[in-house]
């Protein structure tokens, strides 16, 4: 008998896990009013390190059988084992977010707003070997 059967281990994702989340605020704003004019500067900052703790995945071996006497008797084809390549992970995010705006009080009746933003969004700054 000759049938290929299902592998058995390989993604076990039931050893403990976890995650530990620190995050960075840092908010900035300035206003300020000349004649017709109300200048707003500003900034918005947001570091997010996330550092996960577990064992991997592909920790537990993944166990292929091709016969039915190889899976009675615990006899294996083949077996894989992987390693994760550290058991903390970190990960790093960085958002950033400047702006500037005018408000320009044309007449009594006529206020005109205008402004510019810039954003900065960095997926991973973290420092990896």
């Avoid at 704003?29 to 000349?34: E, P, V």
């Amino acid at each position: 008998m000759n049938a290929p059967f299902t592998k058995v281990g390989g993604l076990d994702n039931t050893w403990v896990q976890g995650r530990r989340a620190t995050r960075f605020f840092i908010n900035d704003n300035l206003a300020w009013s000349h004649g017709a004019h109300e200048l707003r500067f500003g900034t918005n900052t947001r570091i997010f390190r996330l550092n996960d703790h577990d064992f991997g995945e592909g920790s537990v071996p993944t166990v292929t059988y091709t016969t039915l006497p190889q899976y009675i008797y615990g006899v294996a084809s083949t077996a894989a084992k992987t390693f994760p390549t550290s058991a903390n992970e970190p990960f790093s995010f960085l958002n950033l977010d400047l702006y500037a705006q005018d408000t320009w009080r044309v007449t009594k009746k006529l206020t005109w707003t205008f402004g510019i933003t810039s954003l900065l969004r960095i997926a991973d700054f973290s420092t990896r070997s």
